[in-house]
């Protein structure tokens, strides 16, 4: 007998096989070691990458060495590096510009970030259109090659016009957005095929890009002080390229179709998945992009401010009109409290980051402070409030965590005013220490509140279409995010809170403390919408969820398969109905296997 066989050890390793197949782990047992390796950190250093390895070397026999090694690519390096480069230099680079104002700032961001909202008809796109013979790889390394071309642009001309700088991180976004979401699409379906590693292969691809997130936050500060923001983005054309190669070799296992036709197009899968997932897609790409191309044309604040509105309200009506009526619900209320959540970060990022030139009385932050420091807080307190989460509130209801995270979110939120007022600064506390404990709070509650939303979307999403849902959640997410940003450009311009970075513009901060306390009211009003919108339950509850009409979602479910249109076909209706009521195999008039002697019941898996 081998090491590998089930049940059977050797010293120093457990055999596990809780996923389905063997795998070998160093047990870390520091009751077995000698008293010079016990509290040696370079042996526990060695033993913790034995492991390590040994459990990349079972994930890839499960999943393919080739598809973890494009997840590293287009996830850990892509994502997780140059995105969260490029995200933390995008501020700086329209400072450094000079001239560009708090409100403005956030609508050129708004504008930046768009592909993000597209993600939905991207999915669509992928699946009904084929170039060269494949879904995915073609597209990605299109949008590649762009975004390499437009980010090396931007990073070596010193006098680009806004409108270019627009387009050219637009262009990055957009590839960026793609490879993500047909990456995610090729992992799932790993998972379909052998769904023993979702939890190895998820571990794989957020830890890879949590770490990756963290070594761009840990160097991003450095990088801006010392080559500036402008230089950042040409050097991300470096992640970019290394991780498009394993896409010329097609290690993700891209299936070819079919024939030899150089464009190929396929809409079967419409008619199977339903055609009204599409149409939604379609009408949140029309908005995002509408309200893209407002901003760089027509910039007019309050016209923007009401079209960004308006587009908000058409896609929470378009959910109802074809969605499950439950998902519907929860994404209008988490597209609600997203609008409601006014987002003022350009104007919070002069207020710190000015120096004594622009605002004698403020902070005076430094680029490393505001980026590594203030990040590297984020990123380890938001770990902490997902353990946290998971170890106190996991039993609460839904409705009881949305409520008491967003009070005390809004309670932690008022404190910023201290900060605005310089009261800080009277009692002898100094701005550094005050941010990053307010920051920390802050981010700990946030993963309260965005925890059981992305848990009750996973119960309510209708089997065999959670990518295509989640793309979509997604984007109604990313389009409420550039909606906050418009209506706190709104409230700025309101208010009167117009920094831009010019020198003695200490007034342009006198009533921002007035605007954070507005902005930290809003966020609480959506909760007299919980009982209406959030089902009563728990996230560990058994069994469909309250409001969920099972029997009719099952019906529809079937009508696609056999590809049978609503209201029509009324006889092959009138089969499916029975069918619900007398379920294949079941002798005439049992209701349920139990029923018939000697027939045990499996536990479907």
């Known amino acids: 007998m081998t090491n590998e066989t089930i049940g059977e050890t050797v010293p120093g390793q ?138 090396f642009f931007i990073g070596t001309t010193p006098n680009m016009t806004i409108l270019g700088a627009l387009l050219c991180l637009f262009t990055a976004q957009f590839h960026i957005a793609l490879n993500d979401l047909l990456i995610e699409a090729k992992y799932s379906e790993k998972i379909q095929e052998n769904p023993a590693v979702n939890a190895d292969l998820v571990s794989y691809v957020w830890g890879g890009m949590m770490f990756m997130s963290l070594v761009a936050v840990g160097t991003i500060g450095v990088m801006i002080s010392y080559l500036g923001a402008r230089s950042v983005f040409g050097l991300v054309t470096i992640p970019i390229f290394l991780g498009s190669i394993p896409l010329l070799f097609n290690l993700m296992g891209d299936r070819k179709v079919e024939g030899n036709q150089c464009c190929y197009m396929d809409t079967s899968i419409l008619s199977r998945r339903g055609w009204e ?48 009526p439950m998902i519907a619900k929860v994404n209008a209320y988490t597209l609600i409290q997203t609008l409601f959540s006014c987002s003022i970060e350009g104007a919070t990022f002069y207020f710190f980051t000015d120096g004594p030139d622009e605002y004698p009385e403020g902070p005076h932050f430094s680029d490393w402070f505001y980026t590594t420091a203030v990040g590297m807080v984020s990123a380890v307190t938001a770990i902490v409030g997902i353990i946290l989460f998971n170890m106190y509130l996991k039993d609460m209801k839904y409705r009881t965590i949305f409520l008491w995270s967003t009070l005390v979110y809004s309670a932690f939120s008022l404190v910023n005013i201290v900060v605005y007022l310089r009261l800080n600064k009277r009692v002898g506390i100094s701005d550094q220490f005050f941010v990053l404990g307010s920051q920390a709070l802050q981010t700990v509650i946030k993963e309260f509140n965005y925890m059981p939303a992305v848990m009750i979307m996973s119960r309510l999403c209708p089997r065999g279409l959670e990518a295509t849902m989640f793309a979509l959640l997604a984007s109604s997410s990313n389009l409420g995010s550039n909606i906050s940003n418009y209506s706190g450009a709104f409230l700025l311009d309101l208010m009167g809170v117009k920094p831009s970075g010019r020198k003695n513009e200490s007034e342009e901060f006198e009533n921002l403390w007035l605007v954070a306390l507005i902005v930290s009211i809003l966020p609480a009003l959506p909760l007299v919408l919980l009982p209406y919108l959030i089902p009563d339950a728990r996230p560990n509850d058994l069994g469909p969820l309250p409001g969920v009409e099972v029997e009719e979602e099952n019906r529809r479910e079937r009508e696609r398969k056999y590809g049978v249109e609503r209201n029509e076909f009324d006889d092959t209706k009138a089969l499916l109905e029975e069918e619900d009521e007398e379920p294949a195999g079941l002798i005439a008039g049992s209701s349920d296997l139990g029923d018939i002697p000697g027939v045990e019941i499996e536990e479907d898996i």
């Open 14 to 151: 457990t055999s596990d096989t809780k996923a389905g197949y063997p795998r070998e782990t160093t047990e870390l047992n520091t009751t077995e070691q000698p008293a010079h390796l016990k509290y040696n950190p370079f042996f526990w250093g060695y033993k913790g990458a034995g492991r390590f390895t040994s459990w990349i070397n079972h994930l890839s026999k499960e999943v393919t060495a080739g598809l973890l090694l494009s997840i590293f690519a287009i996830q850990h390096m892509q994502k997780g590096l140059a995105q969260s480069y490029i995200s933390n230099s995008v501020s700086f680079y329209f400072r450094d510009r000079g001239g560009v104002s708090a409100s403005e700032l956030q609508i050129y961001m708004s504008v930046i970030f768009t592909p993000w909202s597209l993600k939905g008809l991207m999915g669509v796109g992928s699946d009904v259109f084929a170039f060269m013979g494949y879904h995915k790889i073609p597209f990605m390394l299109i949008t590649a090659t762009a975004a390499i071309f437009a980010l």
């Open 277 to 324: 997932y599409t149409y939604l897609a379609t009408a949140m790409t029309i908005l995002s992009l509408a309200l893209a191309n407002s901003s760089i044309f027509y910039e007019n604040i309050k016209f923007n401010f009401l079209l960004a509105m308006l587009c908000g309200i058409l896609t929470i009506l378009g959910f109802f009109r074809w969605t499950p």
